[in-house]
């Protein structure tokens, strides 16, 4: 399944200057890495220009938002004065409609809404019932780590493309959407 | 001299050793007091950094942030007054350089010495990874060696020996195969960027210390005292061929303070020692 995704951008951490700038900036010390609580922050392996950058993948374990990395980094890789959570900006969940049982019928699961450190905020259940991202989604996988039938994919913000069966994402309540965000959704 | 200087060094290197592999089981422990590799270093507070990753970020056209500077800076001082002792007392890399030297001694196998050469190619490396940085390759810190070494523990208690970790050591392991089939320290001597810039800093420091007299480490020669004519035994200790015996104490672009030539001479007439 993650097979298909293997081409996207990574996921980054939180706080992470655009990709294009942060395999320049971030100098591969570690010190994100060594911070992270939850050892949710890897190496990117291999010898490509993203070399030795951090990254996480969700489906292994995903960002918990403690928020404790942005402010060791030293090289301005990772915006350093961040610690709101709901400003880490790291990607976007996907949730897709003929996996997700709540689309496809087979029982009521509120597992990723539950979950969401920003419930009722970046998942909402639209008519109650069924699961919706909006676009205060910050990325940070946990609605991906918990879905029982892996019916959510997140994509780094950088990602060109949506999955095809996709629940199109809503704009966060009370908030207009992020100029980047509302970009990415227009592709 | 009471306490030989190699059995400190030893100890010194394999502490940094020690404590990079202690490194990830403090952090998990909650203990963040020392943090970091040696491409960017925290002593409670304090930044350490690498010069050449400063390097690649300018190279890069970003403007890196304040506490890499400062941590680079705090390097570079530390060269400027007490000359390259990173390289001959903390660096990882060196230890397992002399490890080969150790054992490829026993082979004797000694070219000839090389000082402009040497610092000359370490330019050439320099600036080809520079270029490669400009191309947008990050090459500075694929070729930092100490850097390098000193993230693996991390990565080996991320992911276990897997390809990470393999990718992480295969390159420096290369290099120590070559050193031992074909000369000895050939990566510091030739390659290494961080010397070079330690070593342009430690240059710099020794031009103003002796106008001062008052800072540095360098190694002082006085010939009055020198009992050796013919044989130079302080030379032949020198894994990193730096001429001890010279006016005003040997290169500090190349010299690595790591004392086997004082030690080597306590023995003998006590020519060199560490200036004051």
């Not at chain 1, 591969?28 to 949710?40: A, S």
């Not at chain 1, 019932?129 to 892996?150: E, N, Q, R």
């Amino acid at each position: 399944m993650s097979r298909v995704f293997l081409s996207s951008p990574a996921l980054r951490p939180p706080g992470a200057v655009k990709e294009k700038e942060f395999v320049v900036r971030c100098i591969r010390c570690g010190q994100c890495v060594e911070i992270c609580p939850h050892g949710t922050l890897v190496f990117k392996g291999g010898f490509g220009r993203d070399r030795h950058t951090p990254m996480f993948e969700p489906e292994d374990t995903p960002c918990y938002l403690c928020m404790k990395c942005p402010p060791v980094c030293p090289s301005g890789a990772l915006d350093a004065s961040l610690t709101d959570m709901r400003r880490a900006h790291m990607g976007r969940a996907h949730i897709l409609r003929n996996r997700c049982h709540n689309y496809t019928g087979a029982t009521m699961c509120m597992t990723c809404y539950d979950r969401c450190p920003l419930r009722a905020s970046a998942i909402v259940l639209a008519d109650g019932l069924t699961p919706a991202v909006t676009s205060a989604c910050t990325g940070c996988g946990i609605c991906a780590h918990v879905c029982p039938v892996k019916a959510v994919v997140v994509l780094s913000r950088e990602a060109h493309w949506v999955p095809g069966d996709a629940v199109p994402t809503l704009p966060a309540e009370g908030e207009a959407m992020p100029p980047h965000h509302a970009a990415g959704d227009a592709r | 001299m009471n306490i030989r200087l190699s059995l400190l060094r030893c100890f010194s290197r394999w502490g940094v050793i020690a404590l990079f592999c202690a490194l990830p089981w403090l952090n998990a422990a909650g203990m963040h007091g020392i943090s970091g590799s040696l491409f960017a270093l925290d002593i409670f507070g304090w930044p350490f950094g690498d010069p050449a990753a400063l390097l690649q970020a300018l190279a890069g056209g970003a403007m890196p942030s304040l506490r890499l500077l400062w941590g680079v800076g705090s390097s570079l001082l530390l060269a400027f007054f007490l000359g390259r002792v990173f390289c001959g007392w903390l660096c990882p890399y060196g230890l397992f350089s002399e490890a080969v030297v150790a054992l490829s001694r026993k082979t004797a196998r000694r070219g000839s010495v090389a000082g402009r050469t040497e610092l000359v190619s370490r330019a050439v490396v320099l600036a080809l990874g520079f270029g490669l940085v400009l191309c947008g390759y990050p090459a500075l810190t694929a070729l930092s060696f100490p850097g390098t070494l000193s993230l693996a523990p991390l990565m080996a208690a991320l992911d276990g020996p897997g390809r990470l970790l393999f990718d992480l050591l295969v390159l420096p392991g290369t290099v120590l195969l070559l050193e031992f089939l074909f000369g000895e320290r050939l990566w510091c001597r030739f390659c290494c960027p961080q010397g070079l810039l330690l070593g342009a800093a430690a240059w710099l420091g020794a031009r103003c210390g002796r106008l001062g007299q008052f800072w540095s480490l360098p190694v002082r020669w006085q010939a009055g005292r020198c009992s050796c004519k013919a044989e130079q035994p302080c030379g032949d200790v020198c894994t990193l061929r730096v001429q001890p015996r010279r006016k005003g104490g040997p290169d500090p672009l190349r010299c690595s303070r790591c004392g086997d030539c004082i030690q080597t001479c306590a023995d003998k007439g006590k020519a060199l020692s560490w200036m004051r």
